[in-house]
């Protein structure tokens, strides 16, 4: 039996043919999927030749043979184009090269030496190309561009010069399933998506991103073909946003993840929250055992103030917001200030270990409240006095 699957014609020759996992709920066992992802494959075809431009997750390789089959013969393919190692992408060439006897591999110098160590590849045929390379399929040009570090050092574009279609991989990507194929056909929330996303993978490495950006100016770019979610035939709307990302910008926002174990934090939170806000200041407090972390990653692109709120429990803040602490530091998102709030029993701690925790991120410790018990009226002005602050250092 033949099952028909989804292959659309995204540009002229150029064919996606990219499957979707609806049930993969976690990347890298850390990055939560709600709406799982899509492994975007794209296939070009010239006069004379053909290019696969990166492949699929494991488990996926027979889903993407049959899509190929439906537009030529997989061992027709010239060349199959990595553009990034991480298995997610890169997985499916062992598969696809052993169809395509004769296809040349396509990668950075950095990108074959992975697809080495990774993959059971042929090594005589993965072949380098360096920034500006192009190859020529028959009245269609692909030019390689280098773009290190977004997310692993290997990583590069492929631009097809006539239809101005640029394949960028991760990057400019969002986790989202979805039967939609372009931006347009999904609605206004693909940037919220793709936010997250970039929050998740792509924020540690802002300085490369914004270089990137930067070095695309240079081209024109009529459509943005990522290899994880929507792509984007109008995009402008999804330039500006990763400008915006990239630069040092926030919003007028204070992000608060908390925990409470008996309801001494969240009261302080609540306080906090309301006052802030009355002052015209968005704040946004983040449950962190209820909420989803791929929300907390996207808040954390814009947020110009983060407050903890923690109990000290173990003699230090709560194992849950020591986590949550530890992954924003990494996340290295622009915050600007940074604060605590926290309730304890009978002996403080929480808030020593979150200043050494939090050392080193680009924001300044505006303040900390410590409270013994339950909170009286004097300690919630202190937490007002607290929400204060961070208004006049961001209004
Ligand atoms: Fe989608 Fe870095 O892999």
Not at 237 to 248: D, E, F, K, V, Y
Not at 281 to 295: C, G, I, R, W, Y
Request: proline fraction near 6%; hydrophobic fraction near 40%; aromatic fraction near 10%.
């Amino acid at each position: 039996m033949t099952i028909p699957r989804e292959v659309r014609e995204i540009s002229s020759g150029v064919y996606w043919v990219g499957v979707r996992d609806w049930e993969r709920k976690f990347f890298d066992k850390l990055v939560p999927l709600p709406e799982g992802t899509t492994y975007n494959s794209y296939l070009i075809q010239g006069e004379d030749k053909t290019a696969l431009v990166d492949t699929v997750n494991p488990g996926f390789e027979k889903d993407l043979e049959e899509k190929v089959k439906q537009v030529t013969d997989p061992e027709s393919l010239d060349y199959l184009i990595m553009n990034h190692a991480e298995p997610d992408h890169a997985n499916g060439l062992s598969h696809m090269a052993s169809l395509a006897k004769d296809a040349e591999i396509l990668a950075t110098e950095k990108g074959k030496e992975m697809a080495l160590s990774l993959y059971d590849l042929p090594e005589d045929r993965v072949r380098i190309v360096e920034e500006g390379d192009i190859i020529d399929l028959g009245g269609k040009t692909l030019e390689f561009i280098d773009a290190p570090w977004l997310h692993w050092p290997e990583t590069m574009f492929t631009y097809f010069q006539e239809e101005r279609v640029l394949f960028s991989c991760d990057f400019f990507g969002a986790h989202i399933a979805t039967p939609k194929i372009f931006a347009d056909e999904f609605g206004e929330g693909y940037i919220e998506r793709a936010k997250d996303y970039f929050g998740e993978i792509m924020m540690p490495f802002r300085p490369r991103a914004k270089r990137a950006l930067e070095k695309l100016e240079s081209y024109e770019v009529s459509t943005i073909a990522p290899s994880h979610g929507v792509i984007y035939r109008n995009p402008e709307g999804i330039l500006a946003a990763h400008r915006s990302w990239t630069s040092s910008e926030v919003a007028e926002k204070v992000l608060i993840p908390y925990i409470s174990m008996w309801g001494s934090t969240a009261e302080m939170v609540h306080v906090l929250t309301e006052s802030i806000a009355a002052a015209g200041v968005d704040a946004v407090p983040f449950e962190v055992s209820s909420q989803s972390l791929d929300t907390l990653a996207g808040e954390l692109v814009d947020s110009a103030g983060v407050v903890f709120g923690t109990p000290t429990v173990l003699a230090g803040p709560h194992p849950q917001i020591i986590y949550i602490a530890t992954l924003a530091k990494k996340l290295n998102p622009p915050t600007k200030y940074f604060g605590v709030v926290e309730s304890h029993g009978w002996a403080g701690g929480a808030v020593r270990e979150l200043s050494e925790l939090v050392e080193g991120m680009t924001g300044e410790l505006l303040g900390a409240v410590e409270v013994k018990g339950s909170p009286e009226d004097d300690d919630l002005e202190r937490v007002v006095e607290l929400g204060g602050k961070f208004v006049e250092e961001i209004k």
